[in-house]
């Protein structure tokens, strides 16, 4: 089955970091680009971050850069986002997504997974 | 940077046609793709519109998006409304920094 599955959602304390990983399955995953969308709970989806085939281009919403790095390793067909300095208000369900090769669109959603950040 | 705004809820009957609207803060609504995803309770996004009015496989034909340079908005409509298309819809687009901007979300309930 063609799939994104999330991992490595927690609970951390504020100032502290996690890594997340999505896992693809059943399709060629070096030739797309992947997005992380967040959520808040009981809000709106947050735009995160981007990585393109063979990580030519990266981007990163402005309230993120600094403390969240993404990354890809096509070998294993895993997406990262490493996230550092981490604040109650990054407390959501981190969705990773593939673009279509047809254009931007998000064609592609994992389940999430919750990241609570508290003390 | 611009901010795309949508009502917050839209509510209509079963077999009637809503319209959600999206507008963009600035710059024109024409100069990056629109798309429109789908969020029901307890699942994950899914796009029903993209590049402004092209439906992905799958997607009923009673799902369809234009958008309106005199308004500088986007809008998705649903005809022939069912219960099963109560959801979250949120449109989305780029900014020139290539980063994703996603509205606020419209709640569209079906009663």
């Known amino acids: 089955e063609v799939q994104l599955v999330e991992s490595g959602g927690g609970l951390v304390k504020p100032g502290g970091s996690l890594r997340l990983s999505c896992a693809a399955s059943e399709f060629i995953f070096s030739t797309y680009t992947l997005n992380w969308v967040r959520q808040a709970p009981g809000r709106g989806l947050e735009w995160v971050s981007s990585?393109?085939?063979?990580?030519?281009?990266?981007y990163y919403a402005e309230s993120m850069r600094g403390r969240f790095t993404i990354s890809r390793d096509d070998a294993k067909s895993s997406l990262y986002l490493q996230m550092n300095s981490l604040r109650a208000e990054d407390t959501a369900v981190y969705y990773c997504a593939r673009v279509a090769t047809s254009g931007t669109w998000l064609d592609l959603w994992g389940r999430g997974t919750l990241v609570t950040v508290a003390s | 940077n611009f901010m795309l705004t949508q009502p917050h809820s839209v509510s209509e009957s079963p077999g009637k046609t809503v319209t959600i609207s999206c507008t963009r803060s600035s710059g024109s609504i024409a100069g990056n793709y629109v798309q429109w995803y789908q969020q029901r309770p307890g699942s994950s996004p899914t796009a029903v519109i993209y590049e402004d009015n092209q439906r992905p496989s799958g997607v009923p034909d009673r799902f369809s998006g234009s958008i309106d340079r005199s308004s500088n908005s986007a809008s998705l409509t649903i005809s022939g409304l069912q219960t099963e298309d109560e959801a979250v819809y949120y449109c989305?687009?780029?900014?020139?920094?290539?980063?994703?901007?996603f509205g606020g979300g419209t709640k569209l309930a079906v009663l």
């Open positions: 989305q687009s780029y900014n020139k920094n290539s980063q994703g901007v």
């Open positions: 990585i393109s085939s063979e990580s030519i281009h990266i």
